[in-house]
């Protein structure tokens, strides 16, 4: 299938939206809980500086940008979890039940959902950092977005 799961995840890891696609939604809430461990590790990681460049080398490294794709935060079982955490630290998590996927995909697929929620959010009406399981349209969204996918 590919997705079996969505998460968006706000800024006090609380689940805002936890989507599962053909399977139990409460095992998919204890791997999503789980993921949040791996995402404040890869952060944490990311945001260490540098070691400090030898003499006459290039400080570029330390210059770097911090990527909001996390990339691959574990594998469990026959399952892949994906991670993404935006500038508010809002957390997106995805779990695949496929192996081979390319990192350009995942970038690809974790922009369009981080643009839905953006769009969603922007909402003058919606309260921030509040579920997104009554917001139907947020909902149909995804499932386009997991069907494109």
Partial sequence: MGLAAVAVIGTNNNPLYVRAFGH???R???IVH???DFVEEKVQRAAAPPPAPAAGGSSA???AKQDSY???L?????????GYQS????????????????DAEMKALFRRLHTL?????SNPFHVADSELYDCASFDRQVERIVQAY
């Fill in 61 to 63: 490294a330390a210059a």
């Fill in 70 to 72: 996390l990339g691959l």
């Fill in 87 to 102: 500038n508010t630290k809002v957390k997106l998590i995805t779990v695949l039940d496929e192996e081979d996927v390319k």
């Fill in 34 to 36: 789980t993921a949040l």
């Fill in 74 to 82: 574990y594998p469990i079982e026959e399952l892949r979890v994906y």
């Fill in 24 to 26: 139990d939604i409460t």
């Fill in 28 to 30: 998919f809430h204890f």
């Fill in 117 to 121: 929620y953006v769009d969603t959010v």
